[in-house]
Nanobody, 124 residues
């Protein structure tokens, strides 16, 4: 089992940047890690994923070119660098993890472990 703790959320103006962090309680190299977000009144949606054991990184179309997912396996931490933020990016952002081999990395149900979430608010 792994515990995940997100941090780095906050209030930012449109066009600004934030970096979210997700600290894990265990070595994460063998974990597929994901970032999801949930806006008020909407379903949780996929943002980005980093496949375990040095695999690829994937993004949802709306954040490509603006968000960057990175991981520091030595620190058991993953990051989501967010730039050119838009009001539509406002949501609670969640970090997720699984050790299972998954192909549907964009489905929240594929992940076994979740953080508590961190609020990101982008003002216009």
């Amino acid at each position: 089992q792994v515990q995940l703790v997100e941090s780095g959320g906050g209030l930012v103006q449109a066009g600004g940047s934030l970096r979210l962090s997700c600290a894990a309680s265990r070595f994460i190299f063998s974990y597929t890690m994901g970032w999801f977000r949930q806006a008020l009144g909407k379903e949780r949606e996929f943002v980005a994923a980093s496949i375990r054991n040095g695999g690829f990184t994937y993004y949802t179309d709306s954040v490509k070119g603006r968000f960057t997912f990175s991981r520091d396996n030595a620190k058991n931490t993953v990051y989501l660098q967010m730039t050119s933020l838009e009001p539509e990016d406002t949501a609670v952002y969640y970090c997720a993890a699984t050790t299972s081999y998954i192909t549907n990395y964009y489905y929240a149900r594929e992940y076994d472990y979740w953080g508590q979430g961190t609020q990101v608010t982008v003002s216009s």
